[in-house]
């Protein structure tokens, strides 16, 4: 077997590039009978989930209803959840409609 198709091999098994080459490096040392295990990479973090509604825009509903759940008492955590976003995103909306910043501009103030 050669390096080729064990990467491919290790491609169909893997999820990510770090498990694909450290399973491709143990494959490879276990058909050469070499006793010690092959180095693995360093595993990068996670990155984080997007929230539900992550990067989608903020509509009229949504912003009403953030309005009367910040006004009902609720924590911006608890909100973020109801709502499906970040707690940042949701700070971000609150400082725009305190401020009076239109929804859809990429910066304050435009």
């Known amino acids: 077997m050669n390096k080729s198709e064990i990467l491919k091999l290790a491609l169909d098994k893997a999820s990510s590039p770090q498990e694909v ?4 490096r143990d494959m490879a040392a276990f ?5 010690a295990p092959a180095h ?6 996670a990155p984080a ?13 949504n912003i009403a209803e953030l309005i009367d759940l910040y006004t009902g008492g609720k924590a911006p955590e608890e ?10 995103a949701i ?6 409609i ?9 910066r304050a103030g435009e």
């Open 21 to 24: 080459m450290t399973l491709a």
């Open 31 to 35: 058909l050469n009978d070499d006793p």
């Open 40 to 45: 693995a990479l360093p595993l990068l973090p």
């Open 49 to 61: 989930p997007i929230a539900a509604n992550g990067r989608r825009a903020w509509y009229a509903e």
């Open 79 to 88: 909100i973020a959840q109801i709502l499906g976003r970040t707690t940042k």
């Open 91 to 96: 700070h971000i909306a609150l400082d725009r």
């Open 98 to 106: 305190k401020r009076g910043t239109p929804f859809g501009t990429r």
